[in-house]
Each structure stands twice: as C-alpha cells, then as structure tokens.
C-alpha cells in the first residue's frame, strides 16, 4: 500500500514537472518568436535606411554633377562674354571624342568660338586631321589622316558660320591597325591666317 501511495506520488510529481517544463517551453518558444519578429524589423528597418541612404547619396552625387556642369557652363559662358580676359577672334575652344558602340568607331564634338567686343558673323572651313601610326608599319613614323578618310562627308572641308558659337559633330571610323596620338583640326577664317590647333586622342600614350 506504502508503495502504491509512493508511486502515485512521483507520478504526480513528474506530471506537475513535465507540466512547469512544458509552460517554460512554450515560453521560450513565444519569447523566441517574440525576438525573430523584432530582428525580421530591425533588418527590415536597416533595409529600408540602407536603400534611403543610397537614394540619398546617389541624388547628392547627381547634384553635385550637375553643380559642376553648370559651374563650368557659367565660366564658359563669361569667358565668352568678357573678350577682355581672353585673346580675340576665332577659338577653337574644344573637341570631345567618344568611343563608340562598333569598334573603331568614335564621335567627336568640336566647340568653336568668338571673342570680340564687337561680334559679327564669322565664317570659313574646317579641316579636321587624326595623326598617328600603323602598327604593322613600323618603317612609317608617323601617318595623317584626313576626316574625308575616316568618314562619309558630303561637303569638305567643313563649313561654319556663327556670331557666338558652334557646334560641330559627326562620327569616324579608325583603322584596325592605326594607333591615334593626336587630332589637329585647322581653322580658315575667311580674310585671315589659318589657325591650327592640336589635341590629343584620349588615351593615347604621349612620349
């Protein structure tokens, strides 16, 4: 009888045991739940702050470009409105070459200008030059070739005429095995001396 009551005892006792462990499981497991959730928000929000961060970065980046291509438009712009500050006449101010898709071909942009206090139309021709050398000619220091070469041009050389400034654009076309060092373009103003002005190919190596 002793033993009887005994065992129902620890029965009861293990019970009450397996119960209190049961309750802590299901407590654990709720607290554990609990904190999955709120690390599932705390790398939601990171998320959320990293992707505005990103935002934020990439606009003030634009931004800052774009503040900076408007500081050099306004330099641009008053160097051209103050003749004073630069010399005078025609100015072969820029020329932007550009790879393009097809290999061996490239754009570029030439800039003219006129400084002067008194502007007028000004007008004359354009010859553009792309200097360098064939790679498997080594006995040629040095080859030019003429825009007429590189492109379809309908009129050559080119023309312009402007009171401010002009642009002017086309495509070319290089060899496989010519290696470009420099641009010269020539500027024949009309009742003046022609003007030459080189530039180098970008990224060409210079000696």
């Known amino acids: 009888m002793f033993g009887y009551i005994f065992g129902t005892n620890q029965i009861i006792t293990y019970r009450g045991t397996e119960a209190q462990l049961s309750g802590q499981l299901e407590e654990a497991t709720t607290r554990l739940n609990e904190v999955d959730a709120q690390l599932i928000d705390a790398q939601l929000n990171v998320g959320v702050l990293r992707q505005a961060s990103n ?25 051209l409105m103050s003749p004073n500050s630069l010399a005078k006449g025609l100015q072969v101010a820029e020329l932007e070459v550009a790879r393009a898709e097809e290999a061996g071909q490239y754009s570029y942009q030439l800039l003219l200008t006129q400084v002067a206090l008194r502007r007028g139309f000004i007008a004359g021709d354009i010859r553009i030059d792309v200097i360098g050398r064939y790679t498997d000619d080594e006995s040629v220091d040095e080859a030019v070739l003429s825009l007429t070469e590189l492109a379809a041009v309908e009129v050559y050389p080119l023309k312009f005429r402007f009171r401010y400034f002009q642009d002017m654009t086309g495509n070319l ?8 060092s420099r641009i010269l373009v020539t500027a024949d103003q009309s009742g003046k001396e022609p003007m030459q002005v ?4 970008p990224g060409a190596e210079t000696s």
């Open 173 to 180: 076309m290089l060899p496989d095995n010519f290696a470009p």
């Open 198 to 201: 080189s530039f180098p190919w």
């Open 55 to 79: 935002s934020l970065r990439e606009d003030l980046t634009a931004e800052l470009q774009k503040s900076s291509r408007l500081a050099e438009e306004v330099t641009f712009y008053k160097g």
